[in-house]
């Protein structure tokens, strides 16, 4: 089974499970898929910032760190948003 890493302020928690299970369990807790790698709990997010091809860079509040999206998890991430 593959292994995925959550990412907090504290630092890096290996799982035994697929992302798709993580997103499931984590989807009603403002989790959602920005990338096919990235999950990103959207209350952690300060600022969206726009680049290339229509993707976003994500800032976080509380971990000093960014994360981009795909295009696809960038266009599903405005839609999901209204943006």
Do not use: C, W
């Not at 091809?53 to 839609?79: C, H, M, P, W």
């Amino acid at each position: 089974m593959g292994e995925v890493s959550v990412r907090t302020k504290e630092g890096l928690l290996p799982l035994s499970k697929k992302l798709y299970e993580i997103e499931d369990m984590l989807r009603p807790y403002n989790f959602f898929r920005v990338h096919r790698s990235y999950l990103v709990n959207l209350n952690k997010v300060k600022e969206l910032k726009s680049v290339e091809q229509s993707k976003y860079v994500i800032v976080f509040k509380d971990i000093n760190e960014t994360l981009k999206t795909s295009r696809e998890g960038a266009k599903a991430l405005r839609d999901y948003l209204n943006i």
